[in-house]
């Protein structure tokens, strides 16, 4: 589990395919690989990954087909900067929101409007996510935890303050780049529960 309070701005080392559908990759994190050991996990652009090995600052994570499918790692190069975090201790604060690490779909930046103090930047949401998106909610994107200022059919915005812009991916993707999102796993519970209750599953 993750709080979406990013820890460190790493970099992609290395990417090394494993088979027809899996790779290896290195990401270099000095922060994040400073007490971590083989078996922990570390969100990666909001991707959950596990520790298979460390050296000098970089670690290294096996990542599935599924993975590279299903979100924007896949398309991720040498050099590209990636949002670390460790995964959250029982007892520390929770800064963000629960982030699970697991992407429910990639979006696309549609806008960036710069302002004063922040700027308002607008994604493209995938099919089937729109009902889980509300203004005042929260949402994870790149492994950032935000809180959604509009959201429409098919898309929403956020506003990101000068702290986010500068320590995060956000402040450089541009129109076009995908993101992974994560919608608030709350919500996803409560639709759940309430669509048991209508096919009479409550008690």
Known sequence: MFTGIVEELGEIVRSTETGDDSALVAIRGPLV????????????????LTVVDVD???FTADVMGETLRRTALGALRPGDPVNLERAAALGSRLGGHLVQGHVDGVGEILGREPAAQWETVRFRLPAGLARY??????????????????AGDDWFSVGLIPTTLKLTVLGTKQIGDPVNL?????????????????AGGAR
């Open 182 to 198: 994560e919608v608030d796993v709350l919500a996803k519970y409560v639709e759940r529960l309430l669509g048991d209750r209508g």
């Open 56 to 58: 000098g600052g970089v």
């Open 33 to 48: 690989t400073s007490d971590a050991r083989h078996g922990d996990s570390i969100a990666v652009n909001g991707v959950c």
């Open 133 to 150: 998106v509300v203004e005042k909610g929260s949402i994870t994107v790149d492994g950032v935890s935000l809180t959604v200022a509009e």
